[in-house]
Nanobody, 122 residues
Framework: QVQLVESGGGLVQAGGSLRLSCAAS????????MGWFRQAPGKEREFVAAISWRIGVTNYADSVKGRFTISRDNAKNTVNLQMNSLKPEDTAVYYC???????????????WGQGTQVTVSS
């Protein structure tokens, strides 16, 4: 089992930045591909970004490319999502996800966090 706890959400004005973090426990972190997803009110959950377990290959949704950066710290068992140039349409609950090994281009994940709210005001 893997336990995931997100932090760093909040309220920010459009054009601002936030940094989300996800702490993982319960399994060898460097064997986990990590991802971030989000769900806005009335919409389905969507993929945001992912980083691979092995050599840090990344994948981003087109809507966040150039604005968001995913990174991982295997020594601290954390994955981060740096979000810059935020837009009101980025408002959502952001979820951290993990899967054992796997690839960043597959959106199926085994483990999920509880989510953290990000609100971007116009």
């Amino acid at each position: 089992q893997v336990q995931l706890v997100e932090s760093g959400g909040g309220l920010v004005q459009a054009g601002g930045s936030l940094r989300l973090s996800c702490a993982a426990s319960g399994r060898t972190f460097n064997s986990l591909t990590m991802g971030w997803f989000r769900q806005a009110p009335g919409k389905e959950r969507e993929f945001v970004a992912a980083i691979s377990w092995r050599i840090g290959v990344t994948n981003y949704a087109d809507s966040v490319k150039g604005r968001f950066t995913i990174s991982r710290d295997n020594a601290k068992n954390t994955v981060n999502l740096q979000m810059n140039s935020l837009k009101p349409e980025d408002t959502a609950v952001y979820y951290c996800a993990a899967k054992y090994l796997g690839i960043v281009y597959d959106y199926e994940y085994q483990y999920w966090g509880q989510g953290t709210q990000v609100t971007v005001s116009s």
